[in-house]
Nanobody, 126 residues
């Protein structure tokens, strides 16, 4: 199993930046594809970004492509989400998620992920 703890959320003005971190417990972090999802008030949880076990395969939602960057440090058991040029539409609770994988692919479907963090609030003021 793996336990996930997000940090780095907060209040930022439109156009600003935040860096989210997700620290994972356990010694097999490199065996998990890691994803970031977000849920805005009144909306369903939505895919944001994902990174494969090796970090070689990465995917982004269209709405964040070019503004957000996902990365991982397997030595530190941590995945990051660098968010630049933030917009009010980015306001949401951000969750990281882990999916055990035996290949270097990934999924953008939240139901495929078995482990979730508690979430961190990101609020972008316009």
């Amino acid at each position: 199993q793996v336990q996930l703890v997000e940090s780095g959320g907060g209040l930022v003005q439109a156009g600003g930046s935040l860096r989210l971190s997700c620290a994972a417990s356990g010694r097999t972090f490199s065996s998990y594809a890691m994803g970031w999802f977000r849920q805005a008030p009144g909306k369903e949880r939505a895919f944001v970004a994902v990174i494969s076990t090796s970090g070689n395969n990465i995917g982004y939602a269209h709405s964040v492509k070019g503004r957000f960057t996902i990365s991982r440090d397997n030595a530190k058991n941590t995945v990051y989400l660098q968010m630049n040029s933030l917009e009010s539409e980015d306001t949401a609770v951000y969750y990281c998620a882990a999916r055990r994988r035996y290949s270097d692919n990934y999924s953008v479907i939240s139901g495929d992920y078995g482990y979730w963090g508690q979430g961190t609030q990101v609020t972008v003021s316009s």
